[in-house]
């Protein structure tokens, strides 16, 4: 069992800039895909970046530019760099890992930290 633990959520005004964290509860080096999703009040989840065990990156269109994506396996932790926040990214940030097998697949959720961004 993967046990994630976010932290990092905060209030911050447009413009400003926060930085997200999720601390796995064993070695991220045995995991395949990492992720981070958010859900804004009303909406549903939205995939927002993703980095793969090969380093691989990829972000939604709305982030692109402004929020990058990282990984420090020496501390078992995968981050979220976010710049240049607008209104919209106001949400709930969930990070996600998953161990993919040949014929199956573990998917692992942390609780959630909320992002607010407002003037």
């Known amino acids: 069992q993967v046990q994630l633990v976010e932290s990092g959520g905060d209030w911050v005004q447009p413009g400003g800039s926060l930085r997200l964290s999720c601390v796995a509860s064993?070695?991220?080096?045995?995991?395949?895909?990492m992720d981070w999703y958010r859900q804004a009040p009303g909406k549903e989840r939205e995939l927002v970046a993703t980095i793969t065990d090969g380093g691989t990156t990829k972000y939604a269109d709305s982030v692109k530019g402004r929020f990058t994506i990282s990984t420090d396996n020496a501390k078992n932790t995968m981050y979220l760099q976010m710049n240049s926040l607008a209104l919209e990214d106001t949400a709930v940030y969930y990070c996600?890992?998953?161990?993919?097998?040949?014929?199956?697949?573990?998917?692992?959720w942390g609780q959630g930290t909320l992002v607010v961004v407002s003037s």
């Open positions: 996600h890992m998953r161990k993919q097998f040949v014929l199956e697949s573990y998917d692992y």
């Open positions: 064993v070695n991220i080096l045995s995991i395949n895909f």
